[in-house]
């Protein structure tokens, strides 16, 4: 299997499993993810996914054995149709998707981790988008995501120059939200799951739906921040919120 699934107290853990290729995306492992993605989307079970790579990367995103076995329109079809579709399900997905960054992650793969609700990197992370190197631009929503996390400015200087950064200068630009040691990696990302899991998994839809409008041309964000806040009134998370803290108690969400 290229895609490799395991649950546990909630959460999911996805690593993508090609470490011989750096983890790199061909079509099998780009349907593999998309399925998994979906069944966790749909399972009550899982409240918080993890996605990490096997190996010395992360992902190195595009397999260019594939890459370069097609044509330009042809190719432009199998990004549109089976990889875009994985970036956007990981950014519409109401659960919370953290990107456990171990080594690389190149091209595809950073735009996969940009996708991701919450980042953490490992010291010995790299991450940039080297496409204008190959002869081609980042494809998966980089020169979009890029410049909403870091700024246009310094997304600029890291398309056109195809470089790579380390996790320390993606911490201080934003790109990552924590940077660890690797073995510290998964342990940091139960730990955020672990106080994820401790609210309202109805809220947490709520707020994902909410801070996702604000990047949606043509959405007004406050408008949906507050239609979604009218939605948690009444509701049986909100009204054990409200209780457990005026009895001064952790509330028990049944979610």
Do not use: W
């Not at 749909?42 to 918080?48: F, I, L, T």
């Not at 990004?79 to 171990?102: C, F, T």
């Amino acid at each position: 299997m290229e895609i490799v699934r395991s649950d546990a107290n909630g959460v999911c853990t996805i690593t993508l499993n090609r470490p011989s290729v750096y983890n790199s995306f061909n079509q099998t492992m780009a349907f593999q993810l998309q399925a998994t993605l979906d069944a966790c989307s749909k399972d009550d079970s899982v409240r918080v996914i993890v996605i990490t790579g096997e190996g010395k990367a992360f992902s190195a995103g595009q397999d260019l054995g594939e890459a370069t076995d097609n044509e330009g329109p042809t190719l432009t079809s199998i990004v549109r149709d089976h990889y875009n579709p994985i970036i956007l399900k990981i950014r519409e997905i109401e659960k919370p998707v953290i990107a456990a960054v171990n080594g690389f992650a190149l091209g595809g793969g950073l735009e996969l981790a940009m996708a991701s609700h919450i980042r953490i990197a490992s010291t010995n992370a790299r991450m940039g988008l080297p496409e204008v190197s190959l002869g081609v631009i980042p494809g998966y929503g980089g020169t979009q995501r890029l410049a909403q996390l870091v700024g246009r400015g310094k997304a600029n200087e890291m398309v056109f120059t195809a470089g790579m950064i380390k996790a320390d200068e993606a911490l201080s630009l934003g790109l990552v939200n924590h940077v660890v040691e690797q073995e510290e990696l998964l342990a940091k990302a139960e730990e955020i799951a672990n106080k994820i899991l401790a609210n309202s998994g109805m809220a947490i839809s709520s707020a994902i739906n909410s801070i996702n409008a604000n990047y949606k041309e043509g959405v007004n964000g406050f408008e949906t921040e507050i239609s979604e806040f009218g939605k948690c009134f009444g509701t049986s998370d909100f009204k054990e919120g409200t209780t457990a803290f005026l009895e001064k108690r952790k509330p028990n969400f049944r979610n």
